[in-house]
């Protein structure tokens, strides 16, 4: 312990240590260790030198020695005292005084014996003063030895008075007695013996504080001292003060109160909060991202039905409608009406009319678009969220303006729209699917749509659902409204295929359709988990043929190029009679029934059972092609149902909202097929598609692929349609090349993989590209709004192309990602809409951005998609060189095409971004066009730059082929059909479409030839065998395109190819 | 450690006499001791002759011998202060900051008197540090090389005066000191030459 202590007392302190060697260091004693280890700081060992201090360099931070190395420490001059603690305790101050200090020795006071008994009284009544002086003299003699000299008589100061009686004794004497009392009675005399004789003691008279008299000060006075007594009168007072306070405290505990007031208000501010927060979160998650969207969307589809400012009441109709578009009445009364406005406007004349009308429209939705605030107003003044709703308002408008002017123009573009989201498809898929399902097989379609997300308009109402019931529901309204009018666009173009080709033509491009449209389907329904399918899917696709991984882009491309061949063809056919409108007609039925073929059997085959999904389409499209088509789409529910299944909600919202998105494409195709379909009711298109696909094979596929894009494009159903039609639309051309040449067939199979049919893939292809267009034009025209409404000079057009175009968009994101097509229909439905319309205004400013957004913002189906399909890819750059090929067509070659061929413009714009997405040809004719139009707007660079990101290089590669490619032959032919057509997005997809045709036709036709083995290479691709040959059928669509028109075929192939690799 | 235990070879208190194994004598008053390390501890009598002040010795008994108990103290020992641990812990502290900013104006190449000054002047203010070869003083006085009162630079005021006037004393004890040893050596040289 002293050791501890000693050396504690000397930390601090300077000390040398000689360690065994005789060395000594200098350090501060820094501290010890228990083996009495000790620690020097800042120690250097010392030089024998004096007086030199250590070097810095000398010094060492600190130095441990051991005990054991210690000779010896000193410690200089150490006050062992520095560190003491108790220097001011009471041992420690005592010790320290100075000298002596005796205390004196106390005694015991003795008050006497006289106070014993007495109390303090007796000293009350104690007179005696102090000592006697006789007490004094005694004490003093009897002390100190003294006598006092003291003489009571004072003999030595006075003389005694003799008293005797004589006369003069008695006088003097009375004198003095008067003398005495005069002086007494005088007042000087009184007033000085007052003052002598004053008992008041001066503390009394001068400081003593008296309380008597001044009580009544003290009473004022209590309010300041407050004495113990005055305190309790006080507090009294207080008291009620005091509580008062208290109360006020109270009362400010009323306050307090009111503070809970103010809590309950900050409860309730909370709860307001929550309120507000709920309401944020209702609006953020909801209404703002899906919700409002939506229900700008659906209110924009409600609008869309009847009119675009129906928003609110919109939701409502939007149920109403849905259920009226199950019911196939409605459906075909849409159809009917969408057919029967088409029909009018449809035929040649219609056409150029709609395709003028539509571009101005879409010019308008362009307009919107690019600007979503105008979107909204445009399309509707609802304009919740401007994006959104000017995105659903757009596509409402387009879907009931489609439907009527959609006829040539609207069609077209709805399906070259249809055609460009053909990425899109899956959602197109579900949307063709519920809308197919619900126009051409009401009561099946409504069951199967019901069971997918309740029906067509519960499909759309389970995407909007998800973000936003009301939102839903209104778009399902409006997807209804879409898919009855894609529906019956479908049915109509069934018919209308059916009439001119054989309903399995169609069928089989529908299947085609259908398995591109499950693939994108897949992509769409189940973002994540349903992409990996997809992909898988995709993979099996493109692996076993016709690049099925990249189906959705294999069928895109096919659809693309069928669309586009189909288109092509149809250019070249209906330019030369102008059978546009009656091959659109067919082709939207064909593209509807092969929509709904494909969807059937896309769905089916897409989850698991590919082959069978076919073998059902063709059962289906063998049976009614209604029944056929609502199978299918209930196939493709199932598939979407499937998927959905797999990846639940989600993918049920995205199918939903694919189905709306369906549902609304469908409405375009069916106001496009209704047009063409006009003839036939849509209904019947189901079956007439496949028969009219399979009695026009290319020709009539083109000329149907056209009406059936543009019947898309009118119809605006982006989504659903435009993959339908896109689809089919490939289907269409790949049937018809499969009946004409193996191309076609290719196409067909790349459509068909989904379905083998070549007929009902070429009323697919023929549909699909119907409604491709239909949606791609939507899609573009909500894009290129301002070129569509330029083009399309009706607003409802252009209303409805903003549909088309969110549509569109929904689908060419579908499409352009393949999962992106899943993507748009819950996109379309929430995100889609707006997020696409944002995105597209935003990135694209037109339906190119949007897609591009849809992509991106369906992440998992864009992986799917761009894995999947370097053709998906190539619909990006599709759609953003349609969305500027759109745009530069409407300006450039719109009006040609519109004029010459309105629906083939129509169609080949939405066809080429439909194509772009789906099918290559598309995109480079839409690049051509871009290209074409890049030096008009920059939109093509972004578009394509866009989408080469997105895009996989493959893709890009093949797109830009197929770009160039297409601008000689796609300008070639848009110039021509561009001249026909005014408007530029006509223009362009004419430009497109006519590319696309003329590719498809050139060089679809080498690669349908190696598609006959496609078709079973399809249905091997759905199921897996297929993907071998497709890849060769790519490839030989690839040599074939180059030769002809190859740049399609490139694409087709290249994006074949890339797929292949990718896969 | 209260008393000498059986185990105890020293008593506190008592005064001992050893020879280190580097011949050095030591004496002094046994403070403690540590049986385990063999450690002794012995308070001497200050060397600088300071009454309030001790020299304290940490002795290592395995290289000690002839240790003689001069006398032996049976009292028991007085009880041990307390310590104030932070003071202590502060005086390491500065005691090191000070032998390193020492050996930083050291091996900055200040010439002794300029070191014999800082410490002079470190006595009196502890606000002092070395600047290269300048003595900063409370960071308003600059002493430069010679640091004689005329090199003392600052901005006029008490600090300067007060730093003038330190920087004169010591130069003058110094002179004094000289004198005094001169006087003394004289002394001894006489004493030596008169006892030759």
Not at chain 1, 189 to 198: C, Q
Not at chain 1, 495 to 521: A, D, M, Q, W
Request: with cysteine; glycine share 6%; hydrophobic share 25%.
């Amino acid at each position: 312990m002293r050791m501890v202590h000693v050396l504690t007392s000397v930390v601090g302190t300077k000390c040398e240590l000689k360690v065994k060697n005789g060395t000594v260091y200098e350090g501060v004693f820094k501290t010890y260790g228990p083996e009495c280890d000790l620690v020097l700081d800042a120690a250097h060992r010392k030089s024998t030198e004096p007086n030199t201090g250590p070097r810095k360099e000398d010094i060492v931070e600190s130095i441990i020695f051991k005990a054991s190395d210690v000779v010896v420490v000193s410690f200089k001059d150490v006050d062992l005292n520095f560190a003491r603690k108790d220097n001011f305790t009471d041992s420690a101050v005592s010790g320290r005084i100075n000298g002596e200090h005796k205390e004196k020795d106390l005694e015991p006071w003795d008050g006497g014996e006289t106070h014993h008994s007495d109390s303090l009284e007796s000293l009350d009544t104690d007179v005696s003063n102090g000592w006697d002086p006789n007490d004094m003299f005694k004490f003093n003699e009897e002390k100190y030895g003294v006598l006092s000299t003291y003489d009571s008589s004072l003999s030595t100061y006075t003389v005694p008075l003799e008293r005797d009686n004589s006369e003069e004794y008695l006088k003097r004497e009375a004198r003095a007695a008067q003398l005495a009392e005069e002086i007494e009675a005088s007042a000087t005399y009184k007033a000085r013996v007052a003052l002598e004789n004053d008992e008041r003691t001066e503390e009394d008279k001068y400081t003593a504080v008296v309380r008597g008299e001044r009580d009544g000060h003290a009473l004022s006075r209590e309010s300041k001292y407050i004495p113990p007594g005055q305190r309790n009168r006080e507090a009294m007072s207080w008291g009620p003060g005091r509580q008062n306070s208290p109360r006020l405290s109270q009362n400010s505990g009323g306050p307090p109160t009111p503070r809970s007031g103010p809590h309950d208000y900050s409860p309730s501010a909370s709860s307001d909060q929550r309120v507000v927060n709920g309401g944020s979160s209702h609006w953020s998650s909801s209404p703002c991202p899906s919700p409002s969207r939506y229900p700008p969307g659906p209110s924009s589809l409600p609008p869309r039905a009847t009119t675009p400012t129906r928003p609110p009441s919109r939701p409502p109709s939007r149920p109403s409608r849905p259920p009226s578009h199950s019911s196939h009445s409605s459906y075909p009364s849409s159809a009917s009406s969408s057919f029967s406005h088409h029909g009018p406007t449809s035929p040649a004349s219609t056409l150029p009319k709609r395709m003028s009308s539509e571009g101005p429209p879409r010019m308008s939705p362009k307009s919107q678009r690019t600007p979503r605030t105008h979107r909204g107003p445009p399309c509707r003044t609802p304009g919740v969220p401007p994006g959104l709703e000017l995105i659903s308002h757009n596509a409402p408008v387009e879907v009931p303006a489609a439907p009527p002017t959609r006829s040539s123009s609207g069609g077209t573009w709805s399906s070259v729209v249809s055609g460009a989201h053909r990425p899109r498809s899956p959602r197109q898929n579900n949307m063709s699917g519920a809308s197919p399902g619900s126009s051409t097989l009401p009561s099946p379609q409504t069951g199967t749509v019901p069971i997918e997300t309740t029906g067509t308009p519960s499909a759309s109402s389970p995407t909007a659902a998800s973000p936003a019931p009301n939102m839903i529901p209104s778009s399902d309204g409006k997807d209804c409204r879409v898919q009855e009018t894609r529906q019956t666009s479908p049915t109509a173009n069934k018919e209308n295929i059916k009439p001119l080709e054989s309903s399995p033509s169609i069928s089989r491009p529908v299947c085609k359709g259908t398995f591109s449209f499950l693939l994108h389907l897949k992509n769409a329904l189940p973002p994540l988990g349903s992409f990996l399918l997809y992909y898988v899917m995709f993979f099996f696709f493109s692996s076993l043929q016709l690049q099925p991984s990249s189906n959705p882009d294999p069928s895109f491309e096919q659809m693309m190029t069928k669309g586009p061949r189909d288109s092509v063809d149809k250019p070249k056919d209906l330019p030369l009679d102008k059978d546009g409108v009656v091959v659109i007609t067919p082709g939207t039925p064909g593209s509807s029934a092969a929509p709904s073929s494909t969807s059937n059997s896309s769905k089916p085959g897409s989850p698991a059972a590919l082959s069978p999904s076919p073998s059902a389409p063709d059962l289906k499209r063998a049976g009614l092609d209604m029944s056929v088509q609502t199978t299918p789409t209930s196939a493709y529910s199932g598939a979407k149902h499937e998927d959905k299944e797999e990846k639940k909600e989600a993918v049920q919202v995205r199918k939903s909202t694919l189905n709306p998105n369906a549902n609304e494409f469908k409405p375009r195709f069916n106001a496009q097929p209704k047009p063409a379909n006009t003839p036939t009711p849509p209904r019947p298109q189901g079956q007439p598609s496949p028969s009219i696909v399979v009695p026009q094979p290319p020709t009539v596929y083109g000329q149907t692929v056209c009406f059936p894009q543009m019947y898309p494009l009118t119809p605006v159903s982006p989504g659903v349609q435009s993959p339908m039609y896109q689809l089919p639309i490939s289907h269409m051309t790949v049937s018809q090349s499969k009946p004409y040449r193996p191309v076609p067939n290719m196409p067909q199979q790349r459509s068909e993989q989904h379905h083998a049919p070549g007929t009902p893939t070429m009323m697919h292809s023929a549909t699909a590209a119907g409604p491709p267009i239909m949606a791609t034009s939507p899609a573009y025209s909500a894009q290129y709004f301002t070129c569509s409404p330029q083009q399309f000079t009706s607003q409802p057009l252009v209303q409805q192309m903003p549909h088309y175009q969110s549509q569109a968009q929904h689908v060419f994101s579908p499409v352009m990602q393949g999962s992106a097509r899943m993507m748009a229909p819950p996109t379309h439905g929430q995100p889609s809409s707006s997020q696409y319309p944002e995105q597209t205004h935003t990135m694209y400013g037109r339906s190119p951005l949007p897609l591009f957004y849809f992509i991106n913002e369906t992440p998992g189906p864009m992986p799917q998609q761009y894995t999947h399909h370097s053709a998906t890819l190539h619909p990006h750059p599709q759609h953003p060189q349609p969305s500027a090929t759109p745009t530069g067509q409407g300006q450039q070659g719109g009006p040609p095409q519109h004029t010459g061929p309105p629906n083939h413009p129509a169609a080949s714009p939405v066809q080429h971004p439909q194509h772009p997405q789906a099918a290559a040809a598309l995109h480079l004719a839409n690049q051509p066009q871009q290209q074409m139009y890049s030096a008009l707007a920059p939109t093509p660079p972004s578009m394509t730059p866009g989408p080469n990101p997105q895009s996989p290089q493959a893709s890009f590669p093949s797109a830009q082929q197929t770009v160039y490619l297409h601008p000689t032959q796609v300008q070639h032919g848009y110039n021509p059909s561009h001249m026909a057509h005014v408007q530029q997005v006509s223009v362009v997809l004419c430009c497109c479409d006519y590319g696309y045709f003329a590719h498809m036709q050139s060089g679809i036709v080498p690669s349908h030839h190696p598609a006959p083995t496609h078709p079973p290479m399809m249905l091997m691709a759905t199921q897996g065998p297929p993907g071998g040959p497709q890849p060769p059928m790519a490839q030989t669509a690839l040599n074939p395109i180059p030769v002809s028109s190859t740049t399609h075929f490139s694409y087709l192939t290249h994006p074949v190819q890339h797929h292949q690799q990718q896969l | 450690m209260a008393a000498p235990g059986p185990g105890e070879y020293f008593s506190v208190g008592s005064h001992v006499s050893c020879l280190t194994c580097l011949g050095q004598r030591l004496n002094g008053e046994v403070v403690a001791f540590d049986y385990q390390s063999k450690m002794l501890t012995l308070k001497c009598a200050s060397s600088s002759g300071k009454p309030n002040l001790n020299d304290v010795i940490l002795i290592n008994l395995a290289y000690v011998s002839d240790v003689d108990i001069i006398n032996d103290r049976t009292e028991t020992p007085p009880p041990l202060a307390s310590l104030n641990v932070s003071k202590l812990a502060n005086r390491a502290r500065t005691e090191k900051e000070d032998k390193l900013s020492q050996a930083y104006a050291i091996s900055a190449g200040v010439s002794a008197e300029g070191q014999q000054l800082f410490q002079t002047i470190h006595k009196t203010i502890k606000d002092c540090k070395w600047q290269e070869k300048n003595i900063i003083v409370m960071d308003d006085v600059v002493i430069s090389p010679p640091y004689q009162v005329e090199n003392c630079k600052g901005k006029e005021g008490s600090a300067l005066s007060h730093v003038r006037k330190i920087v004169e004393k010591h130069f003058r004890d110094l002179e004094s000191q000289k004198s005094m040893q001169r006087s003394q050596a004289q002394q001894t040289q006489k004493d030596s030459t008169l006892s030759s």
